[in-house]
């Protein structure tokens, strides 16, 4: 893994929206795995601004989330499709008919799994994979003992991960028990990953993923198998490494 220091979330922002850019001017029609949560937020808003002042176009772009909650209404402010309409989807020239996520509404959820990592296929796979990293090691949602072969399925979301979600919430109760993930194999299979850490609170965790041995306790240690993996990590992230 090609690991970079940034000075402070402003520059990790900037790099990962000058990565995301570079894919798109040489592929107008590149596939972009997506993620939601705190990490990614600078890197949208910075892709927006370049878009508003008319130099990137995401007319041709595909773009395929990593996860959403299963059980929210689909009206509800903290579903992932929300998330990203507000950070991007509403603000770029994207097709509306271009952007997918898992359907956390749907009633039969196992047909919707294989339906999504079907739609992937068929868009010829992830060109760049933008990931957030959690504290127990997850990328997407893919939790702790989750076998790197995993294909795009359901999961429990784990206890840490609920509370640190829960920051959203009004009450952590509201914080839905399951969602649909892309697996470890599907995130793998992306040509190039881009990973965003930021903040010492994630140090131990990038830590974990660099340095443990490959296993799926620490999902994230996955990626050392990937041969074009970059880290973009902020100084007190970075924090520690040796
Ligand atoms: C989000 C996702 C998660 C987050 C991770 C880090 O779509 O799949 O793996 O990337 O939980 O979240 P933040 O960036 O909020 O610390």
Redesign the pocket.
Known sequence: MDVQICKNYEDLSTKACARVAAWIAEKENSVLGL??????EGMYEKLVEQHQKGELSFRQVSTF???EYIGLPADHPLT?RAYMNDHLFSKVDLLAANTHLPDGQATDLMAECARYEALLQEAGGVDLQV????HNG????NEPETPFSSATHVVDLDVK?RE?NARFFDNKNDVPKKAI?MGIETILAAREILVLVSGAD?AEALRGMLYRESTPAFPATALQQHPNVTVLADEQAANGLS
């Open positions: 993620a939601t949560g705190s990490t990614p989330n990593l996860d992932y990931l957030g990293l959690g997850h990328i997407g949602f991960t640190a993930t994630k």
